[in-house]
T-cell receptor
Framework: EAQVTQNPRYLITVTGKKLTVTCSQN?????MSWYRQDPGLGLRQIYY???????DKGDVPEGYKVSRKEKRNFPLILESPSPNQTSLYFC??????????????FGPGTRLTVL | AQTVTQSQPEMSVQEAETVTLSCTYD???????LFWYKQPPSRQMILVIR??????QNATENRFSVNFQKAAKSFSLKISDSQLGDTAMYFC???????????????FGGGTRLMVKP
């Protein structure tokens, strides 16, 4: 089954404690991205990656890091989380070639609370 | 930069009736794509329908159809014969088209929460 998985699904942490949210896809997609969802703001892109070792900033990259060492994985790293990073996070992937013929697949979401 | 606006934070509709969700956007691009995504309580994001801006014909997918007005920069979603399973948050999204740059991101509206009542 084609899918994007994220772990953990729920996380409560404290300010300053480094954390990583993992994302993995089994569709051999080149393109992967991270979004955060906040009430009234919809989803905003944090970072994206067009292939292994190729990453770039989205709309709201401050306070986040990513890496793409393998095609299937795209972890999101919060080096020093702050309460304003409390949000619902989505990982997504699609094929690189054609933005319209290929659906963007979203993961199930990770609810992060930073105290 | 593009912006997407959904002016209806919440809507409700009776089962089997028709409902229209509105979406407007602002862009200087001439070639782009528009999408509607559904987010049920499971929080998964599910693509409902998509439209290429260069196509005048409105997209349809079963009970879902859009009214795309390019000049007015409007992209509304019509759900016919509403079902209880349509209860969800709906997001309108914009993506500009750049043929040789697939790193295009989706710009989302704030969402409309739709409740289908039995």
């Amino acid at each position: 089954e084609a899918q994007v998985t994220q772990n953990p699904r729920y996380l409560i942490t404290v300010t300053g404690k480094k954390l990583t949210v993992t994302c993995s896809q089994n569709m051999n997609h080149e393109y992967m991205s991270w979004y955060r969802q906040d009430p009234g703001l919809g989803l905003r892109q944090i970072y994206y990656s067009m292939n292994v070792e190729v990453t770039d900033k989205g709309d709201v990259p401050e306070g986040y890091k990513v890496s793409r060492k393998e095609k299937r994985n795209f972890p999101l790293i919060l080096e020093s989380p702050s309460p304003n990073q409390t949000s619902l996070y989505f990982c997504a992937s699609r094929r690189f070639i054609d933005v319209m013929s290929d659906t963007q697949y979203f993961g199930p979401g990770t609810r992060l609370t930073v105290l | 930069a593009q912006t997407v606006t959904q002016s209806q934070p919440e809507m409700s509709v009776q089962e089997a009736e028709t409902v229209t969700l509105s979406c407007t956007y602002d862009t200087s691009e001439s070639n782009y794509y528009l999408f509607w995504y559904k987010q049920p309580p499971s929080r998964q994001m599910i693509l409902v329908i998509r439209q290429e801006a260069y196509k005048q014909q409105n997209a349809t997918e079963n009970r879902f159809s859009v009214n795309f007005q390019k000049a007015a920069k409007s992209f509304s979603l019509k759900i016919s014969d509403s079902q209880l399973g349509d209860t969800a948050m709906y997001f309108c999204a914009f993506m500009k088209h750049e043929r040789y740059n697939a790193g295009n991101m989706l710009t989302f509206g704030g969402g409309t929460r739709l409740m289908v009542k039995p």
